[in-house]
């Protein structure tokens, strides 16, 4: 398995800004993904962080909303830019190890709070 | 395309009775499947997988058995208690990018 970390744990954001998650594995990692859970809702996938190129977005998600980086293969970022009402959610980061196809480890999650 | 229907909730149960959440799935080739557990407060969980058909994946006095001929992968307990209160989310893999495609969730409350 891996043990993952994200910063900030929870933000109360007004409109207009921008907040920049921070997600952090212990070990080096294939594959980083990043989820959306809106309240009482499953999880959607807004990207795929691929190491040292931009991003595989989903349909409905765009880079200028979320950029994203992933400068190595254990640290990732996400940002939430320009940020309405709309984008309250939990937002969760998540990694493939290596060796284990398929097999998703999630962080804690950041709740994000836009007023 | 694929997905995943799951049970909805809320399932409300008490103390030592039996569980199941059923799930079935729609995919195209032969996915791998999952169950995902998500505690009060907390982030999600790998409960148990399985990875082709009729394997059994279980953890936690859970299980589940991959059903290819009724596309099923329901969730099983013999005797729940109130620490297993929480939502539970079945789950398939598909395809070289190890996307994930999560169903709705279904929340389980344990009644002591």
């Known amino acids: 398995s891996a043990v993952i970390s994200q910063k900030p744990s929870r933000d109360i954001c007004q409109r207009g800004t921008s907040l920049t998650i921070q997600c952090q594995v212990d070990?080096?990692?294939?594959?980083m993904f990043w989820y959306r859970q809106q309240p009482g809702q499953s999880l959607t996938l807004i990207a795929t962080?691929?190491?040292?190129?931009?991003?595989?977005?989903e349909s409905g998600f765009v880079i200028d909303k979320f950029p994203i980086s992933r400068p190595n293969l254990t640290f990732s970022t996400l940002t939430v830019s320009n940020m309405s009402p709309e984008d309250s959610s939990i937002y969760l980061c998540?990694?493939?190890?290596?060796?284990?196809?398929?097999?998703?480890?999630f962080g804690p999650g950041t709740r994000l709070t836009v007023t | 395309g694929d997905s995943v229907t799951q049970m909805e909730g809320p399932v409300t149960l008490s103390e030592e009775a039996f569980l199941t959440i059923n799930c079935t799935y729609t995919?195209?080739?032969?996915?791998?499947l999952f169950w995902y557990v998500q505690y009060p407060g907390e982030g999600l969980q790998l409960l148990l997988k399985?990875?082709?058909?009729?394997d059994k994946g279980s953890n936690k006095g859970f299980e589940a058995t991959y059903r290819k001929e009724t596309t099923s992968f329901h969730l099983e307990k013999g005797s729940v208690q109130v620490s297993d209160s929480a939502v539970y989310f079945c789950?398939?893999?598909?395809?070289?990018?190890?996307?994930?495609?999560f169903g709705s969730g279904t929340r389980l409350s344990i009644r002591p």
């Open positions: 998540s990694v493939v190890p290596q060796g284990i196809p398929y097999e998703q480890y």
């Open positions: 962080a691929n190491q040292g190129s931009e991003a595989t977005y």
């Open positions: 995919a195209t080739g032969y996915p791998s």
């Open positions: 399985a990875t082709k058909a009729d």
């Open positions: 070990s080096q990692v294939t594959m």
């Open positions: 789950a398939l893999g598909m395809g070289s990018a190890s996307k994930i495609i």
